[in-house]
């Protein structure tokens, strides 16, 4: 049984720094297809960074510069250290995860592609 479960979401000024982060159970996350995404209301979920099965990352580019995607293997835990925030970044951020298929992730931006999802942790920068 698959499960992922974020925290560290929260509130800050622009500027700011949040880092959540979100705990896997159920999964290997050195070996998965894992990433973040975001939802904000009214818009579709996206992609804000990801790490592919071998371990290479890969960033939206509004966030390029910002934010860095981590990963502890023996923690099973996944991170997102998010600087220099700006209000656009508020939304619901969401830990996902898929099983590689022959090492393959799901395409970048396609939310529905992934099996495994956590209840979102909210970041509101204001």
């Known amino acids: 049984h698959v499960q992922l479960v974020e925290s560290g979401g929260g509130s800050v000024q622009p500027g700011g720094s949040l880092g959540p982060s979100c705990a896997g159970s159920?999964?290997?996350?050195?070996?998965?297809?894992m990433a973040w995404f975001r939802q904000s209301s009214g818009k579709e979920r996206e992609e804000v960074a990801r790490f592919d099965s071998v371990g290479r990352t890969t960033y939206a580019d509004f966030v390029q510069g910002r934010f860095t995607i981590s990963k502890d293997n023996e923690d099973n835990t996944l991170y997102l250290q998010m600087n220099s925030l700006k209000p656009e970044d508020t939304a619901m951020y969401y830990c996902?995860?898929?099983?590689?298929?022959?090492?393959?992730?799901?395409?970048?931006?396609?939310?529905?592609?992934?099996?495994?999802w956590g209840q979102g942790t909210q970041v509101t920068v204001s």
């Open positions: 996902a995860a898929d099983p590689p298929w022959e090492s393959l992730c799901p395409p970048i931006g396609a939310p529905d592609e992934f099996d495994y």
């Open positions: 159920g999964l290997t996350v050195s070996t998965y297809c």
